[in-house]
């Protein structure tokens, strides 16, 4: 059973809202269809951290849920600044299984065992440069439901392997609530996206203070899930 990862694949089946206007995202929802069934298994994971549907509500973000629902693998999934269709855990884990969506989970404020290992994560969310309180609001709540998603997996004795959608380091910025976090537990794997374009070339893609960090946006992959079963052996 390999475990892979993907961020932002911003699908709009439901929507008018394709993505295909921006360089390197031509025929992307076909090519991440094909690059998926080649690789990915009906036994295997795949973490999708975020950025998931165009869909502003349930209805318009079911047609994605049905595409992602009919490729290969288990899907856990994390919101992302775009989903805006996102509920509580319960209300949308009742909506998958209402919808026969029985390979879409939901990781919010817990964890999923893989081996060995927990599958922890949140949103997170940016440091503007401004401090404006709104802003550090969110992000202490980001912090501690990424704190609570690390210490569920600690109960199980899981090593904890994170994922978020905002990097938590992006070029000279610093996300320090997020960072005293996966400090404090330890974490030595961290997997995000929401970075897209040329913005790549500023993006964190290592070993940082003990901490590796991946840049896994679907357009940085080339629409192709990046397995990473080895890296947690």
């Not at 994605?64 to 989903?83: R, Y």
């Not at 709540?141 to 690390?150: C, K, M, T, V, Y």
């Not at 996300?175 to 961290?190: D, P, S």
Request: charged share 25%; aromatic share 14%.
């Amino acid at each position: 059973m390999a475990i892979f990862v993907i961020g932002d694949p911003h699908l709009s089946l439901g929507t008018d809202k394709p993505m295909d206007v921006f360089k390197g995202w031509y025929d992307y929802t076909s090519r991440l269809e094909s690059n998926w069934k080649n690789k990915v298994r009906p036994t295997d994971t795949v973490v999708v951290a975020g950025d998931i549907s165009w869909g502003i509500n349930l209805e318009e973000a079911k047609p994605d849920f049905e595409f992602l629902n009919s490729l290969p693998g288990e899907k856990i999934l994390l919101k992302g600044n775009h989903d805006y269709w996102w509920e509580t855990k319960t209300k949308l884990e009742n909506y998958f299984q209402a919808n026969g969506f029985d390979t879409l989970k939901i990781l919010f404020n817990n964890h999923y065992r893989y081996e060995s290992f927990g599958i922890c994560g949140t949103r997170g969310w940016i440091n503007e440069k401004k401090g404006e309180q709104a802003d550090k609001k969110v992000l202490l709540r980001e912090a501690g439901r990424l704190e609570a998603s690390i210490k569920s997996a600690l109960d199980e004795n899981l090593t904890p392997v994170v994922f978020l959608h905002y990097p938590p380091i992006y070029y000279s910025e610093y996300n320090f609530e997020i960072l005293e976090v996966l400090h404090k537990y330890g974490v030595k794997k961290c997997f995000y996206g929401h970075i897209h374009g040329a913005a790549h070339n500023f993006a964190i893609d290592g070993v940082v203070d003990g901490i590796d960090f991946r840049l896994i946006s679907a357009d940085y992959l080339k629409f192709d899930p990046l397995d990473i079963t080895n890296e947690l052996k």
